[in-house]
């Protein structure tokens, strides 16, 4: 690495010096690499950019290094090895149908991973906090045929995705939500008794019990990243493409789907679509995974599997937000610019989920919806009523 490093961070060095170890491994020849650019990463993780300034072999020009900080938690599932099995997957798809940077290389010693650089992108979250609204719909639309692309190339690969996995010594695996989702079932009742003051009729609770055989094996499974919230997405030239795989999994589709609807569940830019958007993203994933599943074009089939999912997702959105506002109406995330308040999402949820249920003939949900609804309006009246649509969008009102 260059001599004049002082001014990047000491983790961002590391990770840098172990991904010229391992390349110099494979390369047998020195690998020297230049010009770091701290991409942020999180609390577990460094994520830089670098320059390949020694090049021995055909190496491209830039690359993307991931350095796990933390050590694998024993009886826990590890993030590093999901994310490496999930590009792993990825790679060896074809061009066309790879939703994700290709690997590169990985030391599960070092708990490093080298990808492809897909270039200085904006994201998702850029977009729709952007001024252009013209460009946040055609990424939304983007992202709904990427996530569609990517469920209909990974169909089938779950077992592929398994062994991959058992390579790495992760001996099973499953969908890190499913857990929390089975406790929402089992506590929101006593929770929304507990906080709102609302008795949900046990035929609602029936309903979003009967929700569970999403987390089962049913024959619409394909891998899903589990967090694709707007800031996890890269808007390049060749559309839409998805990053962070640590709780990467193969589960029903319409969990993901359902993002269109609730929208992008629990995330901290989780703001209102446009009236209209949902249903077009819909059909722009529709589009693209027809030809593995064509029965989800027959009326009524879709549309009951996404309100299970939306019914599922807004008990899950309950359940992780709702204890947090006992003492204040918090953020959704830590930014409050950029995350609406937790009362107003909550509401939104349920009010939309009100609404779909109404129409599909599941009144005790819709008339949970509705009081779950009112109930947040009047323990924080000081909270806005409605949620806001993303604020490319509000430059077009």
């Known amino acids: 690495m260059d001599d004049d490093l002082g001014r990047f961070p000491r983790p961002v060095l590391a990770a840098l010096a172990a991904a010229e170890r391992l390349l110099t491994r494979r390369a047998g020849a020195g690998v020297v690499l230049a010009d770091p650019e701290d991409l942020g990463g999180s609390d577990r993780s460094v994520v830089a950019r670098a320059r390949v300034a020694r090049n021995p072999f055909s190496l491209p020009r830039t690359l993307v290094v991931k350095h ?18 999930s590009c ?22 070092a708990r490093l991973l080298v990808l492809e650089d897909l270039g200085r992108s904006s994201t998702l979250a850029d977009k729709l906090f952007g001024p252009d609204p013209a460009a946040a719909q055609r990424c939304l639309l983007s992202w709904a045929r990427g996530l569609g692309r990517m469920q209909a190339a990974t169909a089938g690969r779950e077992d592929d995705f398994g062994a991959l996995l058992r390579r790495l010594g992760e001996r099973t695996w499953r969908d890190p939500m499913a857990d929390d989702a089975r406790a929402a079932f089992a506590g929101v009742a006593g929770l929304l008794a507990q906080e709102l003051g609302v008795h949900v009729p046990p035929a609602a609770t029936q309903e979003a019990h009967d929700t569970a055989r999403l987390l089962g094996g049913t024959r619409y499974r394909a891998f899903s990243p589990s967090d694709t919230c707007p800031d996890n ?28 609807r609730v929208p992008f569940p629990g995330c901290e830019a989780s703001f209102a679509l446009p009236d209209g958007m949902a249903e077009t993203m819909l059909e722009a994933w529709r589009n693209e995974v027809a030809a593995v599943w064509p029965d989800l074009d027959v009326p009524g089939v879709l549309e009951q599997r996404l309100l299970d999912a939306h019914l599922l997702w807004v008990w899950l959105c309950t359940w992780w937000m709702l204890p947090r506002i006992r003492v204040k109406d918090l953020p959704v995330g830590p930014d409050a610019t950029r995350s609406p308040r937790i009362s107003t999402a909550l509401a939104h949820y349920w009010r939309q989920l009100a609404v779909a249920a109404e129409s599909a003939d599941r009144p005790a949900t819709a008339e949970l919806g509705t009081m779950v609804a009112e109930a947040l309006g009047k323990r924080f009246p000081d909270s806005p009523n409605a949620l806001p649509v993303y604020p490319a969008f509000r430059t077009a009102a």
């Not at 890269?234 to 993002?259: H, M, N, P, Q």
């Open 68 to 85: 796990y900080l933390d050590e694998p938690t024993p009886g826990r599932p590890d993030p590093f090895r999901y994310e490496v099995a």
């Open 233 to 260: 997405n890269l808007v390049t030239s060749k559309g839409v493409r998805f990053v962070d795989f640590e709780w990467g999994c193969f589960r029903d589709i319409s969990l993901d789907a359902a993002y269109f």
């Open 88 to 109: 792993q997957l990825f790679t060896a798809l074809p061009a066309d149908a790879r939703p994700s940077p290709i690997l590169i290389a990985h030391d599960p010693q």
